[in-house]
């Protein structure tokens, strides 16, 4: 089992940058595939990205690979998201997810077991 705590959501300005963090409890961190999801006011949960276990491969949603990145550092047991020229779209309860089994490096959310309680990002315009 592993616990998630993202932080790093504020508000900020459009054309802004951020990085947000996952930190994940627990000694098997980089046995877990994990991944960056979204939830906007009144609006379904979105796959932003996603990582591999040893970090070498990442997943993007098509209409965020210009300015998101995933990164992970298995010696922190941690996930980051760098977002860069955010748009008030952007604005959403991110959430970093894990997902114990397998090498794929799924979009949807219901293969990931673990998930964190969210961290807000508002981008002003």
């Known amino acids: 089992q592993v616990q998630l705590v993202e932080s790093g959501g504020r508000l900020v300005q459009a054309g802004g940058s951020l990085r947000l963090s996952c930190a994940a409890s627990?000694?098997?961190?980089?046995?877990?595939?994990m991944a960056w999801f979204r939830q906007a006011p009144g609006k379904e949960r979105e796959f932003v990205a996603a990582i591999s276990r040893d970090g070498l491969a990442t997943n993007y949603a098509d209409s965020l690979k210009d300015r998101f990145t995933i990164s992970r550092d298995n010696a922190k047991n941690t996930v980051y998201l760098q977002i860069n020229s955010l748009k008030p779209e952007d604005t959403a309860v991110y959430y970093c997810a894990a997902k114990p089994f397998g090498s794929v490096m799924s979009t949807a959310g219901g293969p990931y077991r673990y998930w964190g309680q969210g961290t807000q990002v508002t981008v002003s315009s």
């Open positions: 627990g000694r098997t961190f980089s046995s877990y595939t």
